[in-house]
Each structure stands twice: as C-alpha cells, then as structure tokens.
C-alpha cells in the first residue's frame, strides 16, 4: 500500500512538503517512543552564521571546515527558491572538500550537502553514496541519517531506513522532528510493524497538526488492520472510524492543495466520496488498498527505468573519448 512521505529540508516519501508542522492530541495514546540514554551524541550540524562571517572566516582560515560547511548548507538552503545558488553551492563544496583534503581532513557535513544537491539533481544513487560516505566519518549526523531513511524508503530497503531512522529518533537532533517520525513510520509500515508504525504516525501529529501526510498515512494502516481476518465484527467497526476519521482530517487539511492530488484522489475513493467508510464492505476496502499498492509498484518500476536510463547515460559519457 502506498505510504507518504517526502525528501529531506525539504527533501521524500509521499506529498513533497517542507517540514512545517505544528501539537494536537494523537489519535490513539501511542506508547512513549524509546530515546538516547544521556549523553546522546553530538549534533555535527554547522551552527547558523551569516553569509559575509562565514566568507571573512574562510578567508581568515582556509581550513575552518565549519565555515566551508556553514556557507554551503546557507546557499543549498537559498537554492529553493532561487535555483542558481545550487551551482554556488556545489562550488563551495567542491573547493572545501578541495581545501581540506590538502590539509588531509574531509567533512561530511559537506559531503551531506553535495549529496542533497545530487538528489536535487535528479541522482539519487549520488546521492546516496555521498550521504553513506558520511555516515562513516559521523556515524550521528542528523541529516544523512534522515536522507538515508528516506532513500531507502523509496527502493524498499525498510530495514536500512529503519535502521537510521530509529537512531535519528533517538537523538536530540531527531527526536522532536515530525519528519523523522513520519519516514519512521513508513519503515515500521513497511517491515510489518504495524503498532509502531501508527505510534510514529501519531508522534508526527503530535508535532505537526497542519502536516496532512501522517493522517494520510494513518488512514491506510487503519484501512489495512480492519481488512484482517481474524478481527471480530466490533474490532472491524472500530478501525474503520478510525481510518474514516483520519482519511477525512487529512482531505481538511490538505484542502485544493496540488501536491496531495493523488492522495486526495485515493482518500475520496476509500471514503465513497463522502460515504462514511464505517458502511462500507471491508473486502472492498481491502480490494482498493491491493490497487494503491499496485499503483505504488507501478511508479516504482518508472522510478527504476529513469535510473536505468541514468546509468547508461553516466556509462556511455565515462566511454567517451
């Protein structure tokens, strides 16, 4: 079935939507999620510093690694809404890289950095080697580790996204992040384990109320656990409201918005455009949940030939003279 969720600092899974989010009381009292003992390991994201300190730092100190870090991750993030400061960016990564590895040191700050530019650019295989490589000089790194959760989750690789994902929650970096949450949750979804998967799903409203994608993806996990055999009458009953409950609180929040379209399409169609789903037939709710999933096969066999036709590009210009 296909779950949510999208791509780091903005980047995902599901409806693209930057990490906005907002408390309300999850629907369900969802168990305390399991954190770091104390100390928890250091945040090695650059700390904010303008733009004019970061470049007088640089020019002071060629080898101030956390001013290279600082002013690639500020024009990465510019590069949003004005595309023309990922070039500046890639270059600022290129030349501290450069710089440092001279002085015989690397970053993978900078590493992450040029590995979401990757993504930006429509290589995620870059990317994820980028962000791996960082991960093994900063094994706590907050944002390879959620960009590699969310890579993973998009080739179904949900015990590796888990993996990072479930550390990242354990920080103090990630734990208060409903992004985390959300891509946690499509991890545990994805490897059956489907009471955490809704805890997370719950945790990441609890954090971002107006974020409409967890209650989407909590509508589907409902719709699946009321589609299971051995439930009785009442059990069935009780998941459907849930997932009606859910389904229609993420069309209320999602409202014209373009980037749910699909979701919205899907939401409309597993309500009975407006029939409460409570009356509806769980055989064809769990008919309509296999075509979601077929649907998210099918884009997922798109998603493996643009790669295939990536590859053959990057092969057949490594081939040429």
Same mark, same amino acid.
């Given at each position: 079935?296909? #779950?949510?969720? *999208?791509?780091?600092?903005?980047?995902?899974?599901?409806? !693209?939507?930057?990490?906005?989010?907002?408390?309300?009381?999850?629907?369900?009292?969802?168990?305390?999620?399991?954190?770091?003992?104390?100390?928890?390991p250091?945040?090695?994201?650059?700390?904010?510093?303008?733009?004019r300190?970061?470049?007088?730092?640089?020019?002071?100190?060629?080898?101030?690694?956390?001013?290279? $870090?600082?002013?690639? *991750?500020?024009?990465?993030?510019r #590069?949003?809404?004005?595309p023309?400061?990922?070039?500046?960016?890639?270059?600022? &990564?290129?030349?501290?890289?450069?710089?440092?590895?001279?002085?015989?040191?690397? #970053?993978?700050?900078l590493?992450?950095?040029?590995?979401?530019l990757?993504?930006?650019?429509?290589?995620?295989?870059?990317?994820?080697?980028?962000?791996?490589?960082?991960l093994?000089?900063?094994?706590?790194?907050?944002?390879?580790?959620?960009?590699?959760?969310?890579?993973?989750?998009?080739?179904?690789?949900?015990?590796?996204? *888990?993996?990072?994902?479930?550390?990242?929650?354990?920080?103090?970096?990630?734990?208060?992040?409903?992004?985390? *949450?959300?891509?946690?949750? &499509?991890?545990?979804?994805?490897?059956?384990?489907?009471?955490?998967?809704?805890?997370?799903?719950?945790?990441?409203?609890?954090?971002?109320?107006?974020?409409?994608?967890?209650?989407?993806?909590?509508?589907?996990?409902?719709?699946?656990?009321?589609?299971?055999?051995?439930?009785?009458?009442?059990?069935? $009953?009780?998941?459907?409201?849930s997932?009606?409950? !859910?389904?229609?609180?993420?069309?209320?929040?999602?409202?014209?918005?373009?980037?749910?379209?699909?979701?919205?399409?899907?939401?409309?169609?597993?309500?009975?455009?407006?029939?409460?789903? &409570?009356?509806?037939?769980?055989?064809?709710?769990?008919?309509e949940?296999?075509?979601?999933?077929?649907?998210?096969?099918?884009? $997922?066999?798109?998603?493996?030939?643009?790669?295939?036709?990536?590859?053959?590009?990057?092969?057949?210009?490594?081939?040429?003279p």
């Open positions: 079935m296909r #779950s949510v969720g *999208w791509l780091v600092a903005g980047v995902l899974t599901g409806c !693209h939507a930057p990490p906005v989010q907002v408390p309300a009381q999850p629907v369900a009292a969802p168990t305390e999620p399991p954190v770091a003992e104390e100390p928890v250091k945040d090695t994201s650059p700390a904010p510093r303008d733009e300190a970061l470049q007088e730092a640089i020019a002071r100190d060629l080898g101030d690694a956390r001013a290279w $870090e600082g002013l690639a *991750w500020l024009y990465y993030l #590069s949003a809404d004005e023309g400061y990922a070039l500046l960016a890639g270059q600022v &990564v290129a030349q501290g890289l450069a710089t440092l590895a001279r002085r015989g040191t690397t #970053s993978a700050d590493q992450v950095t040029r590995g979401l990757a993504l930006a650019a429509g290589r995620p295989d870059a990317a994820r080697r980028d962000v791996e490589a960082a093994v000089l900063a094994p706590h790194h907050p944002r390879a580790l959620l960009l590699v959760g969310q890579l993973a989750l998009t080739t179904h690789d949900y015990a590796r996204a *888990w993996q990072a994902l479930e550390l990242l929650a354990a920080l103090r970096s990630g734990r208060g992040e409903p992004e985390v *949450w959300l891509a946690l949750g &499509v991890a545990e979804r994805g490897l059956g384990h489907l009471e955490a998967a809704r805890a997370a799903y719950e945790r990441a409203i609890q954090l971002a109320p107006a974020d409409p994608r967890p209650r989407f993806n909590l509508g589907l996990l409902y719709v699946a656990l009321s589609a299971r055999v051995e439930l009785d009458m009442m059990q069935q $009953e009780r998941f459907m409201r997932a009606e409950r !859910h389904l229609l609180g993420f069309l209320d929040l999602a409202g014209d918005d373009p980037r749910y379209a699909r979701e919205r399409a899907q939401a409309e169609r597993l309500l009975g455009r407006g029939a409460p789903v &409570v009356r509806g037939d769980p055989e064809l709710l769990a008919r949940a296999r075509l979601l999933d077929a649907q998210r096969i099918a884009d $997922e066999l798109d998603r493996r030939r643009l790669l295939e036709r990536e590859q053959e590009a990057l092969a057949a210009e490594a081939a040429a």
